[in-house]
């Protein structure tokens, strides 16, 4: 028996490593490989000049009949394979899995000009691994950390893994129930925009979502792209938003079993406890099906120091408890030439403490929030031909929140308010592919927004809003440019007082990345968007407070990066690089202006947004034994409030905006225990909008360290861990008066079958 084919390693400068092999019965395996740039054709004809072993050019064609996986890599070795041809009659055969030894911690070698092909057979080969994003490629900044760089640095909490990203602020209310919301390059948490499975989360009444309600254990992708990110596949909901939190959860690998299970504990400081457990099940040779619950509970009653003038005073944080549960049941089906589907279920129910801002001589707080939320999802994707693409979502969603505060500046000494929000959404969504370097997306989405509230005066209000977005995209191996164009409509009606105008309004967005030279990947990159975000229920109709004939908040973005990826030197495995300077432009800021009487929500604020964003990673192989990743970020802001040249904050830092702050991570893997180090530096902000001593929050720099060892027994893997956080013991704060936990320690034991 012969079987033949080839694998090409393709990079994203358009170089592939071409590598063919012959497989005869009775005689070891044979390769060779060359580098050089090829293309396939939409025939399937694969043309590439490759010299044989006596140096002589040869023309090598091979008809590809069957391409069993499709994956692309960056010149750093990120991503797998990128196709195999089976040649002359179509066999099925264990092959050596040597091929697949190229696959490291960190993606494809495909750097190197020979092959290590190792004696390990397997039955059958099914590539599951979801395409990783050439972030260095890309038009916008993006940035990204998979399950693989999670567990590397010992992340157990979402808001941990994002304040890995350059150009993000947390807004985090502390402790474990802490409320935590994301903000990208100043622009306000409204703009961000958090995905889940591909499906946008929203909150109609704030207009921010708390990602502390998602869990880590089940995330197997975190990517936030800022601005419009290359991928015009998107639903219409991403196109309306300043930048974009994605979160993918993990998908079931079962290998040649038909069920996995996981199970996962964490224990720590401050009453910590958090069970998980996941469960996936194999139905049939093309459905799937996986169930995953936690529960969550932790008094917080940690130490901090309270700081009056020469006064210091230890005391501890109250009511900083929460007990929170969550479950996630999916259905997975792959229906081949019909498509995939994804249905998905999630519901999360949480009662914590709002220890709210210290006070002197008052440590008491009574303020209690409840939360419920459930959805349903539902995802389906197919390829009609070779040239086309659809994907349809709908969505529904129920929110329940509830706010007590006993306190006797309320008439009856308590104040109760309860919110129920819904949504319906659907999104349509179609890509077409005339050539090869071209290619064109159409989505609509239409989505309904009601709450009902148990405030005086509560006017009922029900959001229509309609988006549609049409976008281009021309790449090729050295240039991609991509283009959109974003329709809003939006009306509202509400059953009593006054209504908003309705709202219309067309948001363009373009970016496009140049790599210079042909044997280098470096690549030059720009992007403009203009969007804008509507005033949410709160700002509307809350009370007094509400205005209803607010404008949207507009924002202007503009980028202009640098990027690199390769390898620098020998030493290193990869390295990867990336800098962007942006300026961003906010106008009719929605603010609330105070008076004698009360306050109002106003268009009455324009903010200047000056940056750079730094971001950097390597990886260092010091022996077969041992190896390095380092990685780091750094952000300078200037984002100044130039509403009024007569007020005393003219050009002054808007609040909680550092002008300084960066990450940095150092992980170093061993056979036997892998160990992680991370340090968060923040510098100097203010609470309010005049920058004066009186205002200012002191900055500060966050340490922890972890440690991870993985144990296989038989088919079990347990992976233990143990993490100090905060390690300098530093009671910071990211809010004024709202004081973080100092020193704190955790541990986790992970058992998969």
């Known amino acids: 028996m012969y079987l033949s084919f080839s694998l090409s390693l393709q990079s994203n400068d358009g170089v592939t490593k071409h590598v063919h092999v012959s497989l005869v019965k009775g005689n070891p395996v044979q390769y060779r490989s060359c580098t050089r740039s090829c293309k396939l054709k939409k025939t399937s004809v694969y043309h590439c000049h490759c010299p044989p072993a006596d140096g002589k050019a040869t023309e090598l064609r091979e008809q590809a009949r069957k391409p069993a996986a499709i994956l692309n890599t960056d010149a750093s070795g990120e991503g797998v394979v990128n196709e195999i041809f089976m040649l002359n009659k179509q066999v099925k055969v264990s092959f050596w899995a040597g091929l697949f030894c190229l696959v490291s911690n960190n993606g494809l070698i495909a750097q190197q000009d020979s092959l290590v092909l190792r004696h390990r ?147 720590g400081s401050f009453g910590y406890f958090n069970p998980s457990f996941r469960y996936g099940q194999k139905v049939g040779s093309k459905v799937a099906v996986t169930m995953h619950g936690d529960w969550l509970t932790a008094d917080g009653d940690y130490p901090f120091t309270l700081v009056n003038g020469t006064l210091r005073e230890e005391q501890k944080r109250l009511n900083s408890d929460i007990n929170s549960w969550r479950g996630e049941a999916n259905i997975y089906a792959d229906l081949q030439h019909a498509g995939r589907l994804q249905v998905k279920a999630y519901y999360f129910d949480s009662e914590r403490g709002l220890p709210g801002s210290v006070s002197l001589y008052n440590p008491q707080a009574r303020e209690r929030l409840w939360d419920r939320n459930f959805f349903t999802q539902t995802r389906y994707e197919n390829k009609i031909g070779a040239y086309v693409s659809v994907k349809g979502l709908l969505k529904f969603n129920h929110a329940y929140n509830r706010y007590l505060d006993i306190n006797n500046k309320y008439a009856g000494g308590r104040q109760d308010d309860r919110y129920t929000q819904k949504e319906y959404y659907a999104s ?161 800021k929605i603010v609330v202006i105070p008076s004698l009487s009360f306050a109002r929500m106003m268009n009455f604020g324009e903010v200047s947004i000056k940056g750079l964003d730094l971001n950097m990673e390597a990886g260092m192989p010091v022996s077969n034994k041992l190896s390095f990743q380092l990685a780091g970020t ?89 993490e100090i956080i905060n390690l300098g013991d530093i009671n910071y704060e990211v809010i004024q008066y709202y004081p973080m936990p100092g020193r704190s320690f955790r541990v986790s034991l992970k058992i998969n079958y």
């Open 428 to 588: 349509g969504a179609l890509k077409y592919v005339p050539a090869d370097v071209l290619s064109f997306s159409f989505a609509s989405d239409f989505f309904v927004n009601t709450l009902d509230a148990t405030i005086p005066e509560s006017p009922y209000p029900t959001r229509y809003t309609s988006l549609s977005v049409l976008a281009a995209q021309y790449q090729n191996a050295r240039i991609t440019l991509t283009g959109s164009l974003l329709g809003t409509y939006i009306t509202e009606r509400v059953k009593t007082g006054d209504r908003p105008a309705d709202r219309k309004r067309i948001s363009p967005a373009l970016s496009g990345s140049w790599r210079i030279w042909e044997e280098k990947n470096v690549r030059v990159r720009a992007s403009f968007k203009d969007i804008f975000r509507v005033p949410t229920f709160n700002d509307l109709y809350y009370l007094r407070v509400g205005n209803t004939g607010l404008r949207p908040e507009r924002a202007t973005q503009y980028n202009v990066g640098l990027t690199w990826s390769g390898k620098a030197f020998s030493a290193l495995d990869y390295l990867r690089f990336s800098a962007d300077g942006y300026y961003n432009r906010v106008s009719d």
């Open 121 to 267: 057979n397997l039955n059958e080969v099914e590539v599951v691994e979801k395409v990783r994003p050439a972030v260095t490629r890309e038009g916008t900044p993006v940035q990204m950390l998979n399950k693989s760089d999670m567990l590397r640095l010992g992340v157990q909490e979402l808001s941990e893994a994002v304040k890995r990203f350059s150009g993000v602020t947390i807004k985090d209310y502390g402790g474990v129930g802490g409320l935590k919301t994301v903000s990208v390059r100043s622009l306000g948490a409204q703009h961000t925009a958090i995905s889940y499975d591909g499906i946008t989360i929203s909150d109609a009444q704030s207009g921010q979502v708390d990602i502390s309600r998602f869990s880590l254990d089940n995330v197997e992708q975190v990517l936030l792209s800022i601005g419009q990110a290359d991928d015009i596949f998107q639903t219409a909901r991403i196109y309306a938003s300043a930048g974009a939190l994605q979160i993918e959860t993990s998908h079931p690998l079962f290998d040649d079993k038909k069920y996995t299970i996981e199970g996962q504990l964490k224990a």
């Open 634 to 722: 750094y952000t300078w802001q200037k984002a100044v409030d130039i509403t009024d040249p007569a007020k005393k904050n003219y050009k002054h830092q808007i609040p909680y905006t550092p002008e300084h702050s960066g990450t940095a991570s150092l992980t170093a893997e061993t056979p036997w225990i892998n160990v992680g180090y991370m340090l968060t530096a923040v510098g100097n902000r203010y609470a309010l909008p005049q920058n004066i001593r009186e205002n200012r929050i002191e900055g500060y720099i966050e340490q922890g360290i972890s440690a991870n060892r993985t144990f296989k027994l038989g088919k079990v893997s347990l992976r233990l861990q143990g």
